[in-house]
């Protein structure tokens, strides 16, 4: 990940996690940054 983040280049980062976990922020499908699911302030 340190690569990652000092690179220079653009990166793609496929990760894959499990159904039950949270991913924040959650934006509904279909929608705009404004409709942000989750806690707020809390990531």
């Known amino acids: 990940f340190k690569s990652y983040i000092t690179s220079d280049e ?3 980062l ?4 499990e159904r ?3 991913v924040l922020p959650m934006i ?3 929608g ?3 409709g942000m699911m989750g806690k707020k302030g809390v990531l």
């Open 14 to 17: 496929d990760c894959r996690v």
């Open 10 to 12: 653009s990166i793609v």
């Open 20 to 22: 039950e976990d949270n």
């Open 32 to 34: 705009t940054i404004s």
């Open 28 to 30: 509904p499908a279909g």
